[in-house]
């Protein structure tokens, strides 16, 4: 792999015309500055087939085309091992992503050298067969399902991480939780730091603690639980889960924020992504079903 290079080609976009070339790679492209430097300086990015300097004022409909080297990048080839492809279920994929529906339980990535079974050993072997590999772009939790997105290049990876980081990615959770008379709508605003008494744990207000903010929405309430819709501002580790017991409605299942479980499972799913694409800024939305074990702790509810 060590000769592979990834190429582009785009067009220019109306609402940036006249804008110059490295506006449009950086502010609306997204590209940090180490990487356009990198394709600048070796001229690996044309304007209709020729090499322009970076103050070029680029026209509408221009056709941009950017190659990047594994020299651009830190770590340009992860080492990923593969799993089987069996497991894996595809939820959205292009040339630059894809999106997968994490099974509960799975970890998002290997927590030791050598180890296999996580969701990215098994879009490992999945993607072997397009010979490229699965690059990192956010986490869930071991026991969380649903949405999750790998980049397929390294190119992309930044894209998609700023637009994380910008809010351009919308995500959108579902959650049981335990008690009945949360307002229908509401907002959590807590600062999430890390908990001195157990290293597994997050804690409001805790050691370096950073902002935290999360959006929720009733979608049904039943037999003394809540179905929530909830959006994150913000992306601190175990967010939902320690932001809904800091105010008295811990998620159902959490074995380490709910003490009195009525599932033996975590009910938090990643139920729908929406993103901007990657060099297009098309938006594409990805919704993972509903899994089972949310279906039968509803059924349990509906009986009891």
Same mark, same amino acid.
């Given at each position: 792999?060590?000769?592979?290079?990834?190429?582009? /080609?785009?067009?220019?976009?109306?609402?940036?015309?006249?804008?110059? %070339?490295? =506006?449009? @790679?950086?502010?609306?492209?997204? *590209? #940090?500055?180490?990487?356009?430097?990198?394709?600048?300086?070796?001229?690996?990015?044309?304007?209709?087939d020729r090499y322009q300097p970076v103050n070029f004022p680029v026209k509408a409909g221009d056709h941009i085309h950017l190659t990047f080297t594994p020299a651009d990048?830190?770590?340009?080839?992860?080492?990923?091992?593969?799993?089987?492809?069996?497991?894996?279920?595809?939820?959205?994929?292009?040339?630059?992503?894809?999106?997968?529906?994490?099974?509960?339980?799975?970890?998002?990535?290997? /927590?030791?050298?050598?180890?296999?079974?996580?969701?990215?050993?098994? %879009?490992? =072997?999945? @993607?072997?067969?397009?010979?490229? *590999? #699965?690059?990192?772009?956010?986490?869930?939790?071991?026991?969380?399902?649903?949405?999750?997105?790998?980049?397929?290049?390294?190119?992309?990876?930044?894209?998609?991480?700023?637009?994380?980081?910008?809010?351009?990615?919308?995500?959108?959770?579902?959650?049981?939780?335990?008690?009945?008379?949360?307002?229908?709508?509401?907002?959590?605003?807590?600062?999430?730091?890390?908990?001195?008494?157990?290293?597994?744990?997050?804690?409001?207000?805790?050691?370096?603690?950073?902002?935290?903010?999360?959006?929720?929405?009733?979608?049904?309430?039943?037999?003394?639980?809540?179905?929530?819709?909830?959006?994150?501002?913000?992306?601190?580790?175990?967010?939902?889960?320690?932001?809904?017991?800091?105010?008295?409605?811990?998620?159902?299942?959490?074995?380490?924020?709910?003490?009195?479980?009525?599932?033996?499972?975590?009910?938090?799913?990643?139920?729908?992504?929406?993103?901007?694409?990657?060099?297009?800024?098309?938006?594409?939305?990805?919704?993972?079903?509903?899994?089972?074990?949310?279906?039968?702790?509803?059924?349990?509810?509906?009986?009891?």
């Amino acid at each position: 792999m060590k000769n592979q290079q990834w190429s582009f /080609n785009e067009v220019v976009p109306e609402i940036m015309n006249g804008q110059s %070339l490295k =506006a449009f @790679l950086s502010q609306y492209w997204q *590209l #940090p500055k180490h990487l356009v430097y990198s394709v600048r300086h070796a001229k690996r990015v044309l304007v209709n087939d020729r090499y322009q300097p970076v103050n070029f004022p680029v026209k509408a409909g221009d056709h941009i085309h950017l190659t990047f080297t594994p020299a651009d990048f830190a770590n340009p080839f992860p080492n990923v091992l593969a799993d089987s492809a069996a497991t894996v279920e595809i939820l959205y994929e292009d040339d630059n992503l894809v999106v997968v529906n994490k099974r509960r339980g799975d970890k998002t990535h290997p /927590n030791q050298p050598g180890e296999v079974g996580a969701t990215i050993n098994h %879009l490992a =072997a999945y @993607l072997a067969t397009e010979a490229t *590999l #699965p690059y990192m772009i956010h986490r869930l939790d071991q026991e969380t399902s649903g949405a999750i997105i790998f980049g397929k290049n390294p190119a992309v990876v930044p894209i998609l991480v700023a637009n994380i980081a910008n809010k351009q990615i919308r995500r959108t959770y579902l959650a049981w939780v335990s008690g009945s008379d949360l307002p229908d709508a509401g907002t959590i605003d807590l600062p999430i730091g890390l908990d001195p008494a157990d290293k597994r744990k997050r804690k409001i207000n805790g050691p370096q603690a950073a902002k935290a903010v999360t959006h929720y929405r009733v979608i049904k309430r039943l037999a003394g639980y809540t179905l929530l819709e909830v959006q994150l501002e913000t992306g601190r580790t175990h967010q939902i889960r320690v932001h809904f017991a800091a105010i008295g409605h811990p998620l159902v299942g959490d074995p380490l924020y709910n003490s009195s479980n009525g599932s033996p499972f975590l009910l938090l799913h990643s139920w729908k992504v929406d993103l901007p694409l990657p060099f297009t800024k098309e938006r594409q939305l990805v919704e993972a079903p509903v899994p089972k074990h949310f279906r039968d702790f509803e059924q349990k509810l509906a009986k009891s």
